[in-house]
């Protein structure tokens, strides 16, 4: 099974801050990589598929970036509905699986 | 407009099943491959099964595998999920996600229902 490993697992961060999450894959994956925005009693939310495309509707402060092992989400600029839980998952092989998650919190 | 909307959970004891189901609208639903992920009380997520959108292709997480069935009924715009011999630790909260096609990625999700596990 290919484990992926997310870092940090929370950060605190103010409105305006710039905000980088890591996810670490066990073995390549090309860009079978998707990340994941979830709010408290909420379902996720689709931010970035195929590592670095922009799901419609989501604003382009977020990107993602990388390829093979390592991946990157950004958040630009930090809004205030930006504060939440962000989820990495890999789409490579099956079973899938998820990171631990990044709670971006605020400071 | 694309809806998601999971119906059957409950409280059920430690040895007993449960049927999900999800109910799509709004798009063509035997184009898709379908999912369920779970969420423990306080936890990450957790990816559970897919199946493919003729019912082609199943897999399932090694957690649940053997006890737990994934189905659809293209007609009927319904996903499924049979939950046998339940533990504690399958308590979650159950969504179903539509795969984003072709790429990786669930671009629509329910709301989720909960299941409880327990005596």
């Known amino acids: 099974d290919i484990q992926m490993t997310q870092s940090p697992s929370s950060v605190s961060a103010s409105v305006g801050d710039r905000v980088t999450i890591t996810c670490q894959a066990s073995q390549g994956i090309s860009s079978w990589l998707a990340w994941y925005q979830q709010k408290p009693g909420k379902a996720p939310k689709l931010l970035i598929y195929a590592a670095s495309s922009l799901q419609s509707g989501v604003p382009s402060r977020f990107s993602g970036s990388g390829s093979g092992t390592d991946f990157t989400l950004t958040i630009s600029s930090l809004q205030p509905e930006d504060f939440a839980t962000y989820y990495c998952q890999q789409a490579n092989s099956f079973p899938l699986t998820f990171g631990g998650g990044t709670k971006v919190e605020i400071k | 407009e694309v809806q998601l909307v999971e119906s059957g959970g409950g409280l059920v004891k430690p040895g007993g099943s449960l049927r999900l189901s999800c109910a799509a609208s709004?798009?063509?639903?035997?184009?898709?491959?379908m999912n369920w992920v779970r969420q423990a009380p306080g936890k990450g997520l957790e990816w559970v099964s897919s199946?493919?959108?003729?019912?082609?292709?199943?897999y399932y997480a090694d957690s649940v595998k053997g006890r737990f069935t994934i189905s659809r009924d293209n007609a009927k715009n319904s996903l499924y999920l049979q939950m046998n011999s339940l533990r504690a630790e399958d308590t979650a909260v159950y969504y179903c996600a539509r795969d984003v096609a072709a790429t990786p990625g669930h671009d629509y999700w329910g709301q989720g229902t909960l299941v409880t596990v327990s005596s």
């Open positions: 199946i493919s959108s003729s019912s082609s292709y199943i």
């Open positions: 709004g798009f063509t639903f035997s184009s898709y491959s």
